[in-house]
């Protein structure tokens, strides 16, 4: 990943976050209460990343290299750095604002106004330097200025931008996620991690697929999609909806037909298999929409991801599923259909992970999700990867997708038109204009 992905995809989690106070603000201005614990842990996410992590790196890197090679840079630059400036200032007035108000000393609609004008700056801020900084940016600079930046930004041992720092972001973040309502997050405050998986050789192809087509009545939805996923590997396949993504992953679990072309895994050929047989192989899949069983209690619904696997690991397995998703353990006993739209994602990714699958498919995770728990649900994923998992994931939302995808496919009405490793899509002009729009 280089500098300017990793600066875009900190753009990205701050206007989540943005977008989640102004929904905030909404709830406070019908009557809920100022929830100082949320906002203060938002806050402090927002005066220890944006002001000491996010801007330093653009002040002394990005900012001062575009200076030197953009005449016209330096307008939008002073007012953007002046905004730096100010920013930990403006943040300071704003918590104390919301601690008053949370003590009953501001009102509800003066707290709802002061947070949206916060918001409004901030979403501006990251506007002017997506549409006009970065391009400026990728058009400017030379080679030896993105050595340079790229050389301080992934320097991991960097007390300012190393893993060490950039681990206690993401808890903050998960902080963030944990306390905020649950209609925007998790509404829950336990966090756990997973028993990393045996180590496994990489490389191998454990999927390849070839000349798939599949149709509804006379209207062939794909039009001969091959594709191919190793061990180990997440596969981002990203394209707008009615693409044929569904399609694709229907026709690989074997519920929907394939009229043509053939499906290899693990070196056998599929391509005739019932999709019991298939899932019994290790193709599991957590289905766009979520599917959970509403009137099932979580325990069940996790239960039902086992069918195929002997009885006596379902249990061991289903503690494990508790240690990863925390908040399924404290409501197992409930009816599936009363988590949120987020506990329901855990759920659903859960119950795939019952099937001890070799290769999960993963449907639009972050699909109808609130934009704090896209973050949280593509964490996640990120953590199964890092745990040796092979995945393939569907996305529309294709800049999430292909930041953490080791190659992706972008499918259009039924045809691969593009691939290439994440980073490659992530920086073709063409994939940038048609879905990675802020
Ligand atoms: N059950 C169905 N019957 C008829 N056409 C369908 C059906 N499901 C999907 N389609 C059509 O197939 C195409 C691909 O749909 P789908 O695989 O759901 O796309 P995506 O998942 O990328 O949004 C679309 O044109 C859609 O209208
Ligand atoms: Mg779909």
Redesign the pocket.
């Known amino acids: 990943m280089d500098a300017l992905n990793i600066i875009s995809q900190d753009h990205s989690n701050m206007w989540r976050l943005a977008i989640t106070i102004d929904h905030v603000a909404t709830d406070i201005e019908q009557g809920a209460p100022v929830e100082s614990a949320f906002f203060n842990a938002a806050f402090d996410y927002i005066d220890q990343f944006v002001d000491r992590f996010h801007h330093p790196k653009e002040d002394d890197y990005l900012f001062r290299l575009l200076r030197l090679r953009s005449a016209e840079a330096a307008d939008i630059l002073d007012q953007l750095q002046l905004e730096h400036r100010e920013g930990p200032d403006n943040l300071a007035a704003l918590r104390a604002r919301v601690n008053a108000a949370a003590a009953g000393q501001v009102s509800g609609a003066q707290i709802a106004t002061d947070l949206r004008n916060y918001t409004a700056i901030l979403k501006n801020h990251i506007r002017t330097e997506e549409k006009t900084v970065l391009p400026l940016a990728r058009n400017s600079l030379i080679a030896s200025d993105w050595a340079e930046i790229n050389q301080a930004f992934l320097d991991n041992s960097d007390p300012v931008f190393g893993e060490k720092a950039q681990a206690e972001f993401r808890q903050l973040y998960h902080r963030v996620v944990s306390l905020a309502p649950e209609s925007v997050g998790l509404g829950g405050h336990s966090e756990g991690t997973l028993q990393p998986l045996p180590e496994r050789t990489k490389n191998e192809v454990q999927l390849r697929v070839e000349g798939m087509e599949s149709c509804?009545?006379r209207?062939k939805?794909?039009k001969g999609i091959s594709l191919e996923v190793r061990r180990g590997e997440t596969v981002a396949l990203v394209?707008?909806?009615?693409?044929?993504?569904?399609?694709?992953?229907?026709t690989l679990s074997g519920v929907q037909p394939m009229s043509a072309g053939s499906i290899h895994f693990k070196g056998q050929d599929i391509s005739k298999m019932r999709s019991d047989k298939r899932m019994r192989l290790g193709i599991c899949q957590s289905p766009?929409g979520r599917q959970v069983f509403g009137p099932l209690s979580i325990e069940d619904n996790l239960r039902l991801g086992a069918y195929t696997q002997p009885r006596d690991q379902v249990d061991g397995d289903m503690e494990k599923i508790f240690t990863m998703f925390p908040i399924l353990k404290e409501k197992r006993a409930l009816p599936a259909g009363t988590l949120s739209g987020g506990q329901q994602q855990m759920l659903a990714i859960g119950r795939a992970l019952m099937g001890r699958p070799s290769l999960l498919l993963l449907?639009?995770p972050s699909m109808g999700l609130a934009p704090l728990l896209v973050e949280e649900v593509f964490n996640v994923i990120k953590m199964l990867k890092s745990k040796g998992m092979t995945i393939l994931l569907?996305e529309?939302n294709a800049f999430a997708a292909l930041a953490i995808a080791d190659r992706g496919y972008v499918?259009e009405?039924?045809t691969v038109t593009l691939t290439g490793t994440g980073q490659e899509l992530i920086s073709n002009e063409q994939v940038r204009a048609a879905y990675l729009g802020m």
């Open positions: 509804y009545g209207i939805a794909l394209g707008a909806n009615g693409a044929g993504k569904t399609t694709f992953l229907r766009e449907d639009e569907v529309q499918l009405t039924g």
